[in-house]
């Protein structure tokens, strides 16, 4: 088995924690978005699966488990 160097895996990793935090702290915000009323949440939680989906895609299946 190979030992790959993962450059920005760490940043994915930080970010992907930040935004999951941010978002389970900003649950209970409201927003009109347009004519809808919904949670902050909804927002960030778009970014998070966009960046576990770049994990996935990026560093395989493992190493997204592992940051997941």
């Known amino acids: 088995m ?4 993962y450059k920005y895996l760490g940043l994915f990793t930080i970010l992907y924690i930040v935004f ?3 978002s389970d702290v900003t649950a ?4 009109a978005l347009g004519p ?7 927002l960030y ?3 998070t699966y966009i960046i576990s989906d770049v994990l996935t895609e990026v560093y395989g ?4 488990r ?3």
């Open 20 to 22: 999951q935090l941010i």
């Open 36 to 42: 809808f009323i919904v949670s902050v949440t909804v």
């Open 61 to 64: 299946y493992a190493q997204a």
């Open 28 to 31: 209970t915000k409201l927003i």
């Open 2 to 5: 190979q030992n790959r160097a």
């Open 66 to 68: 592992k940051v997941v």
């Open 45 to 47: 939680f778009l970014i």
